[in-house]
């Protein structure tokens, strides 16, 4: 506390104006963080109170009822659960497999890393294609093709039946096997890209060891890779879920928007977000509204648990990896 | 003998089932990746060669025209487009690099900034048609309309958590070594990010912004029951608006072969802004990590 070194240090820590500029703007970034998480809460917010007319009105028998009818006021929407389930697992069944393998083929060094990086975008660019584009060339292109498909399948595993209805019925073309197909495309850059990226941050101490031991390459990503992998994969698998729930425009383009619960693969289905894409411009009874509310609702819930566990699933392995 | 038995031992090849197994997964591994690809190409393709025939001068100066009469474009769904993702732009951009700002330069890993880390993520899940059902719920039902407002809102939020993350990813890319350079010099930490990082990551930044926009140009979801569509130019920002990715939507429903035609160029243009935007962001970003 001399006096000739006071002035300086003053200078250099307060300069009065300088400061507060610093903390003004401190609290600017500050609060538009804050207001990003205020967004999730509005959100959750609004919506349940938009819905509240048809909780308080059908409470969870909404989720066990298969009549949706607006005009004798109505909802349960049991078919829509159901579609959204089935297109989101036919969807899964077949990403799952080809993403991994995806996965693997980009970490190995089957083909020189300059060969692996155009196709390991190739794979993200498939992300950016907007989703009606997709809706569109699904109506157009995929669905007479799928529609061929599903008769050679009908005519040779007909047979197949769950009771007395054929698992493989009647070919529609547009349908929840069309939708299932369609959604394993649009998820399939999310599980392909996370998975190699967990994939390669694997050490490569851990697949030399395993080699060294006499193990063959897939031995060795079966055994240990995957293994080590496995929880990042997880969650690059559970996005995708979410992924595949949410999706909408190319669901609703292919799906063929007919609300039933169906054992035929093959035949026409309608899922929640295909529903709220149809009807909501429409909407005028309040009821009505609130019951696509309330399916807005419970999509919303459903992807936010969804996303909350591939968040954590991810997650660890992130920091696993520090 | 038995050193010469050891080696042969030791050379012996694989049973055939593990060479089986290995070349066999080899394979399917290169079909898979192929599989993927398919999709790519053959979308690319379609969307080439149906969607370049209809375009032509008419289609950015003309309204949409019914079925049957020559003619007609979707100059009004260009202009919806644009005006929309600018509303969205000017709501989410200051929000969403102020917000990254926070994320990558103050305590990068105190509670609150994985508790805003976390949501982010959470709000980049979010299924687009539920964001378009919120902003339904904000604004379409408190203003009492449609509107051009209310499918910038969606956008908005749905430009949100992109913005943040790219803008995050950018500003991590600037060495630690100019921000403690800057420091030395007895910048604050304000004076650091206006003036050293920023400048530094502009590129990064605007790139993502362009990431941005052009997954909102081709989001139908939170836009068919906030903004709906329209057959004339704007009129104003609070009646319903068209936009380009539902007049693809309305116009693949149809059953008119000239209107799904128009579908096919309106994609065209969609997705040539989507693919350039994400090569340059690609190289953008690949040069500089």
């Known amino acids: 506390m001399t006096a000739s070194s006071k002035p300086q240090i003053e200078n250099l820590t307060t300069g009065s104006g300088k400061l507060q500029a610093d903390t003004i703007a401190r609290w600017l970034f500050q609060g538009a963080a804050f207001l990003v998480l205020a967004v999730l809460v509005w959100m959750t917010v609004v919506m349940a109170i938009s819905a509240m007319p048809a909780i308080s009105k059908f409470g969870f028998n909404f989720l066990i009822d298969k009549t949706w009818d607006p005009i004798q006021e109505q909802y349960g929407g049991l078919t829509f659960v159901f579609g959204t389930i089935a297109s989101s697992f036919i969807a899964m069944l077949i990403a799952v497999p080809v993403g991994l393998g995806i996965a693997i083929f980009l970490t190995e060094d089957f083909l020189p890393e300059n060969v692996l990086t155009p196709i390991a975008f190739m794979v993200e660019l498939l992300a950016a294609i907007p989703s009606v584009v997709y809706g569109l060339w699904g109506i157009f292109v995929m669905a007479p093709f799928i529609r061929a498909f599903e008769t050679w399948m009908n005519t040779n595993l007909g047979f197949i039946k769950i009771g007395d209805k054929s698992i493989f019925g009647t070919p529609y073309g547009p349908g929840l096997f069309s939708a299932g197909v369609l959604l394993s495309i649009m998820i399939l850059p999310t599980i392909a890209s996370i998975s190699r990226d967990v994939l390669k941050a694997i050490p490569k101490s851990l697949r030399n060891a395993s080699l060294a031991l006499g193990a063959t390459r897939w031995e060795t990503i079966f055994r240990v890779m995957l293994p080590a992998a496995s929880s990042g994969i997880i969650g690059a698998c559970v996005l995708g879920l979410g992924r595949a729930i949410g999706e909408t425009m190319a669901v609703t383009m292919v799906i063929g928007n007919t609300p039933q619960i169906d054992t035929s693969l093959f035949a026409p289905a309608y899922t929640i977000s295909a529903l709220l894409a149809n009807e909501f411009a429409e909407a005028n009874e309040p009821l009505h509204i609130g019951a696509l509310f309330y399916a807005g609702l419970l999509l919303f819930a459903v992807t936010l648990i969804v996303n909350v566990f591939a968040e954590i699933f991810v997650r660890r392995v992130s920091s696993g990896r520090q | ?289």
């Open chain 2, 1 to 289: 003998m038995t050193m010469s038995k050891q080696s042969d031992d030791l050379t012996q090849p694989l049973e055939a089932g593990r060479t089986f197994f290995n070349t066999g997964m080899t394979i399917l591994s290169g079909v898979f990746t192929l599989l993927g690809l398919i999709p790519l190409f053959l979308v690319l393709f379609y969307v080439l060669s149906q969607g370049f025939s209809s375009l032509n001068a008419d289609i950015f100066t003309q309204l949409p025209a019914p079925s049957g009469t020559l003619g007609g474009g979707f100059g009004n769904a260009i202009q919806g487009t644009m005006i929309m993702v600018a509303i969205a732009a000017s709501i989410s951009v200051p929000i969403g690099v102020l917000t990254a700002i926070f994320l990558s330069e103050y305590s990068r890993d105190s509670g609150f900034v994985q508790y805003v880390r976390f949501g982010v993520n959470v709000l980049a899940g979010v299924p687009s048609i539920v964001i378009g059902v919120f902003a339904y719920g904000v604004v379409v039902t408190t203003s009492g309309g449609f509107s051009a407002y209310a499918g910038g809102f969606a956008l908005a939020i749905l430009m949100l958590p992109i913005i943040i993350r790219t803008t995050e990813e950018a500003l991590k890319l600037i060495p630690w070594e100019l921000r403690l350079g800057s420091f030395a010099l007895g910048a604050d930490r304000f004076n650091t990010i206006a003036r050293v990082i920023l400048p530094a990551a502009l590129p990064g930044i605007i790139t993502g912004i362009m990431l941005a926009v052009s997954r909102a140009a081709g989001e139908t979801a939170p836009l068919i029951f906030t903004a709906l569509f329209s057959q004339y130019w704007l009129e104003g920002l609070n009646k319903p608006t068209a936009s380009l990715a539902v007049l693809i939507f309305n116009y693949a429903t149809t059953p008119y072969a000239d209107l799904q035609h128009k579908a096919w160029g309106a994609s065209l243009m969609l997705l040539i802004l989507v693919l350039i935007i994400s090569i340059v962001a690609r190289i953008v970003f690949r040069r500089r990590s």
